[in-house]
């Protein structure tokens, strides 16, 4: 009775303000949730796993995907670059699955231009003071690194009013039950659904 085309719900934010984890998360409350793994020419972090949190690739293997059509987005980002796979969102949207995309602000942007209905929330650190701790705990950068990364951050942070929701992430819980209100809430959304009711239609 009622059809939607799958919904397209990008997530960004600063690097250590715990997106990863916090769409992890919402992941398993959704399980109904497609996700779109990004293809990356950066190396695996310990932790990663190849196809399941990036796609790993070289840089020549990268310019073949782009030279071929392949991204719907693609970004230079801490001098990695990163893409998403353009058939990836198409086969989820057409098929009426909802989508979640963990990029950063430069392929939100894009995105956003293709895809104009398109939910972007940003993810934020309750300060700059616990960012910078957060990355230095994860002992995954050097000290240069994460100077970088928290002078993007700035950057980063100053955009969050072109996205349609805000979570500050004070606690994973808390935070990951904010993603998944949101979810919820715009699957309801009238503008997104094409709703027939036998008993309400006009039988002549």
């Not at 209100?181 to 039988?203: F, G, H, Q, S, W």
Request: with cysteine; net charge neutral; charged share 30%.
């Amino acid at each position: 009775m009622i059809r939607r085309r799958g919904t397209l719900f990008v997530v960004s934010a600063p690097s250590g303000a715990g997106k990863t984890t916090l769409c992890a998360e919402v992941r398993r409350l959704i399980p109904e949730l497609a996700y779109s793994v990004s293809v990356t020419t950066r190396a695996p972090r310990p932790s990663e796993i190849d196809g399941t949190h990036f796609s790993f690739v070289t840089e020549k293997q990268f310019d073949e995907l782009l030279n071929a059509g392949a991204f719907a987005e693609q970004a230079l980002v801490h001098g990695h670059r990163y893409g998403t796979r353009a058939a990836t969102l198409e086969a989820a949207l057409n098929a009426g699955t909802d989508i979640l995309l963990d990029i950063d602000t430069q392929g939100a942007a894009t995105l956003r231009k293709k895809y104009a209905e398109a939910v972007l929330i940003f993810i934020v650190a309750p300060s700059l003071a616990e960012l910078e701790q957060r990355l230095r705990e994860r002992r995954s950068d050097a000290a240069g690194e994460i100077a970088r990364r928290l002078a993007r951050a700035r950057e980063e942070v100053a955009m969050w009013r072109s996205y349609d929701y805000l979570i500050v992430n004070r606690d994973v819980k808390d935070a990951v039950e904010q993603l998944a209100a949101v979810i919820t809430a715009e699957r309801c959304r009238t503008a997104r659904l094409a709703l027939r009711i036998p008993d309400l239609e006009d039988k002549n």
